[in-house]
């Protein structure tokens, strides 16, 4: 969720560089994922990458077109929120 989505996060800095300030949360298992703009760019597709790819039967065609549509759902259900929050 988009870091302005929940209370008390604001300025919290991003999990992964540490320097900037997040702009989304993750609640994972053991705690809190923060990241910012850069990383969700740069890095966390190498995580999805390197997550997929170590699963020896993975079909990365398949990961990949997967990856791709449900980033665009992702991006539609979050500019949703804002403009529902705008209204
Ligand atoms: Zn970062």
């Known amino acids: 969720m988009m870091i302005q989505e929940v209370a008390g996060n604001a300025h919290k800095n991003c999990s992964v560089c540490g320097t900037r300030r997040a702009s989304a ?6 705690g809190e994922l923060l990241c910012c703009e850069h990383c969700g760019l740069k890095h966390l597709p190498q995580l999805i990458a390197d997550a997929v790819v170590a ?5 990365i065609e ?3 077109a997967l990856m791709i549509e449900r980033f665009d759902r992702a991006v539609e259900h979050a500019n949703a929120r804002i403009q529902a929050k705008g209204s």
């Open 25 to 30: 949360l993750w609640m994972a298992f053991d």
């Open 55 to 59: 699963e020896q039967g993975s079909d």
């Open 62 to 64: 398949h990961a990949k």
